[in-house]
């Protein structure tokens, strides 16, 4: 996408500057060449064109060529850099455990090592083969072809500083692009340790941290249904790579019990003697905070209620739900979610699952 985005852009110029240099209908052809076949037309176009007063064209085609192909390669790969950038922006955003962040990181660094690769190779092969084939004997002056005799002098849009004004349109561009696509939320799926419920669901995107997010799916298999209400706490806790927003999530698969989750997207301390069951704390607005244990997930980085029907009924008079859980190798740590409102929600998990409040 980013690609036939600024080749547009550059191909629209073209178009401009072939007109303002009196080459006719050839300008729609190197308008459409630049559009198709971007990297290797328009530096043909830059050393082929008539020049205007003032301009200087130094070292003969295939210099200009392989020159010209250098320089807007260069330009090309920084825009691919960062469209690259911004798109792994819109997806990290919605990784919620250190794992997700820690293989992003590296997929982002092998990414671009690739486009330093591929930025690299080409642009030093031109360069060192356009050396090799100029001809410093060579010098065009303007006006040249169609515009002699014309008094038509360059301006600054003329040259590369028109080429890079191009790009940074495009830039423009491709980031509303991409800014719009990646405003759809990640799918994410979350099971218990055991034999809980594998329930798949959209969660909300990662700037939507206010009320309880509903999803619902039916299969396409069966019929059955799915509901999963979703909240993300009002605190941020330092992840491997970054932050992170833990979520408590209620999800419910038709036939089976509810289950309630917290993910807190770290691995949680272990305790001696016990597998796959961890101890925290939970606290309803200004009451005494109780002890329990909850039920590892097969991620390790979420948490299930062992009284899961208790725990909603208890959330719907609540306003501040505090869960404090211990780290792998940390000091114990408290979210903060904002549980209100959550009766208005809970009618298709009722439905689904028989919930009786």
């Not at 301009?55 to 392989?66: H, M």
């Not at 819109?90 to 591929?118: K, Q």
């Amino acid at each position: 996408m980013w690609y036939l985005i600024l080749y547009a852009v550059f191909a629209a110029w073209v178009l401009f500057d072939g007109f303002s240099r009196r080459t006719g209908g050839a300008a729609i052809a190197w308008a459409l060449g630049t559009l198709l076949l971007g990297p290797i037309i328009l530096p043909i176009y830059l050393a082929k064109r008539p020049l205007k007063n003032g301009e200087i064209r130094e070292g003969g085609t295939g210099w200009n060529v392989l020159k010209n192909f250098a320089i807007l390669w260069t330009i090309v790969m920084a825009v691919a850099t960062f469209s690259a950038l911004s798109a792994m922006s819109n997806v990290t955003g919605n990784l919620r455990s250190d794992a997700e962040r820690a293989g992003a990181g590296i997929g982002i660094f092998l990414g671009m090592g690739v486009l330093a690769a591929v930025w690299f190779v080409p642009t030093v092969g031109a360069a060192l083969l356009g050396f090799l084939l100029k001809k410093n004997s060579i010098v065009e002056k303007g006006p040249t072809g169609p515009l002699v005799g014309s008094d038509s002098n360059a301006g600054f849009a003329n040259g590369f500083a028109g080429l890079v004004g191009a790009a940074i349109v495009g830039l423009i561009l491709i980031g509303v692009s991409q800014k719009n696509s990646g405003s759809s939320s990640t799918p994410a799926s979350t099971s218990a340790k055991g034999g809980g419920s594998a329930s798949q669901t959209s969660l909300p995107a990662a700037d939507d941290h206010e009320g309880w997010h509903v999803t619902e799916k039916k299969s396409e298999m069966d019929g059955t249904r799915e509901v999963m209400l979703t909240l993300d706490s009002e605190t941020e806790i330092q992840g491997f790579i970054g932050k992170t927003r833990p979520y408590i999530a209620i999800q419910c698969h038709q036939g089976k019990p509810a289950e309630v989750l917290v993910k807190v997207g770290k691995t949680i301390q272990s305790e001696y003697g016990q597998y796959g069951a961890y101890g925290v704390r939970i606290k309803f607005d200004e009451s005494t905070p109780v002890r329990q244990r909850w039920t590892e997930s097969t991620d390790s980085v979420a948490l299930f209620s062992p009284a899961p029907v208790k725990l909603i009924k208890q959330m719907t008079t609540t306003e501040i739900f505090l869960f404090e859980f211990t780290p792998f190798q940390e000091t114990a740590t408290t979210v903060r979610f904002r549980v209100s409102g959550l009766t208005a929600k809970l009618q298709p998990v009722a439905e689904v699952c028989g919930l009786k409040l």
